[in-house]
């Protein structure tokens, strides 16, 4: 019998980018289903940066508009939900995400390959999944860029670790288009996401603000005291945030 498409939940448009309305449980459930289908699908962890970001560049732009699963990744985005009438259910932080999909793939006999970081930092964040999930296969670990220059041999090594599910750290967008871009080059992944700065997480390297400031969606705030080289990445948030209030249904 001809297995059914997955159906994702549908998506709201936040400023012309689709934010999908999911929970964590949900998109860790259609990730599941993502991957007992054949092809290639995409997770793009969106956020107010990505936004603000996507408006002056077309082709990051198509990249999330094209994304399999838009994950609602920043406390702006259920703001703005709220403010235009159509709420997000929650946010769903892809630097968790991480953590639940590692372990679905140490049940479900996915083989994992953690893309990107500082040299180094994939190899020790797959040691420590690794031990905080018995039975993980690590399909390989390396830092490399998304330069055009290196893409080919860098595909090859990917196709050649038969990897499954596919852990992409070089920074938005050039994660997302690095992603979207091989959809056709690489054979066996199954489903890859942009993880951005998560691997620095895993490892603590960076560290993640304390639950009640996550609570009180103050988490920008925390990253921003603690790395203020940050600050002008996070001018995007006032500006995102001026967008969506003057603009109540989030078209332009």
């Known amino acids: 019998m001809k297995q059914a498409p997955v159906k994702v939940p549908e998506s709201i ?7 999908h309305k999911v929970t964590m449980n949900q998109s860790i459930s259609l990730a599941r289903q993502f991957m007992a289908e054949t092809g290639y699908r995409q997770i793009a962890t969106v956020n107010p940066e990505f936004i603000m970001a996507a408006r002056q560049d077309a082709q990051f732009m198509s ?3 094209h994304a399999d699963l838009c994950i609602p990744d920043g406390i702006g985005l259920i703001y703005a939900s709220r403010w235009m009438g159509k709420p997000l259910p929650e946010r769903v932080a892809g ?3 991480v953590y639940h999909l590692a372990e679905q793939a ?3 006999g996915w083989r994992l390959f953690l893309l990107g970081a500082a040299p180094g930092v994939a190899e020790e964040a797959a040691a ?5 999930y018995p039975g993980l296969a690590i399909a390989g670990t390396y830092a490399g860029s998304p330069a055009e220059a290196e893409n080919e041999a860098i595909v090859s090594l990917i196709n050649e670790s038969e990897a499954d599910l596919l852990f992409v750290a070089y920074g938005a967008p050039n994660q997302d288009k690095w992603i979207a871009r091989n959809r056709d080059a690489l054979t066996t992944v199954r489903l890859a996401m942009g993880v951005g700065g998560s691997l620095d997480f895993v490892t603590g390297r960076s560290l993640r603000a304390p639950e009640w400031v996550q609570n009180l969606g103050l988490e920008w705030l925390y990253r921003l005291l603690r790395e203020p080289w940050r600050w002008r990445r996070m001018l995007a948030l006032p500006q995102f945030a001026i967008r969506v209030l003057f603009n109540r249904r989030g078209v332009k």
């Open 13 to 19: 448009e936040i400023l012309g980018i689709p934010v």
């Open 63 to 65: 990249v999330l508009r």
């Open 95 to 97: 630097s968790e995400l």
């Open 106 to 108: 140490a049940q479900n």
């Open 128 to 132: 420590i999944f690794k031990t905080l």
